[in-house]
């Protein structure tokens, strides 16, 4: 399966300010998807980025929020932008693979 | 929407017992059905891939299986050991390849 490097794996971080995770594949995806995972709770999509266009965001999640870039089939970066406590969750990112999604390390955030 | 639901929230068994996680999901137009397990603060590993035409799916001693049309599905864990302490999300792909998870069964195997 994909090898999917994550980092940070984890942060704290003031509020309002702002956080930029990487995730880099090991070979080359059409589509990254971005997870969030609050405390105690499942994932929730919050967009999916593909190379060369705007990222797809869920309900409930802007771009404004959560901008995501995906310059090439490789690599793809999630900030989480003027932060506050309520954005303290795990932020992984995932692709797609014939033997299923595989999920980066994660990054645990933590605002204070 | 498809919503998935994992029973039960939590268990707890000794070592050595045999134990049973169960999923449901809502819509049974899925793609696959993926478990996975998530140690604290850890991302997730994935445990076993059942596409939808599949049944079942078995790797050492976790064996899952698969009902479509019942929109469940079951992972059993044989001779349980502590290292098998973890959280275990069940999750099913569908269109637009998204996927989404159940709540999760969080396990605490006893020496």
């Known amino acids: 399966s994909a090898v999917i490097s994550q980092k940070p794996s984890r942060d704290i971080c003031q509020r309002g300010t702002s956080l930029t995770i990487q995730c880099q594949v090991d070979?080359?995806?059409?589509?990254m998807f971005w997870y969030r995972q609050q405390p105690g709770q499942s994932l929730t999509l919050i967009a999916t980025?593909?190379?060369?266009?705007?990222?797809?965001?869920e309900s409930g999640f802007v771009i404004d929020k959560f901008p995501i870039s995906r310059p090439n089939l490789t690599f793809s970066t999630l900030t989480v932008s003027n932060m506050s406590p309520e954005d303290s969750s795990i932020y992984l990112c995932?692709?797609?693979?014939?033997?299923?999604?595989?999920f980066g390390s994660g990054t645990r955030l933590t605002v204070v | 929407k498809q919503e998935v639901t994992q029973i039960p929230a939590a268990l707890s068994v000794p070592e050595g017992e045999n134990l049973v996680l169960n999923c449901s999901f809502t819509?049974?137009?899925?793609?696959?059905l993926q478990w996975f397990r998530q140690d604290p603060g850890k991302g997730l590993t994935s445990l076993l891939l059942?596409?939808?035409?599949?049944r079942e799916q078995t790797s050492g001693r976790l064996n899952a299986s698969l009902d479509k049309s019942s929109g469940r599905s079951t992972l059993y864990i044989a001779a349980s050991q502590p290292g098998d302490s973890a959280t275990y999300l069940c999750?099913?792909?569908?269109?637009?390849?998204?996927?989404?998870f159940g709540g999760g069964t969080r396990l605490m195997v006893k020496p």
């Open positions: 999750a099913v792909s569908g269109a637009g390849n998204m996927l989404t």
């Open positions: 995932s692709v797609e693979r014939r033997q299923g999604y595989t």
């Open positions: 980025a593909n190379q060369g266009s705007e990222a797809t965001y």
């Open positions: 070979s080359q995806v059409t589509m």
């Open positions: 059942i596409q939808s035409s599949q």
């Open positions: 819509d049974s137009a899925i793609y696959n």
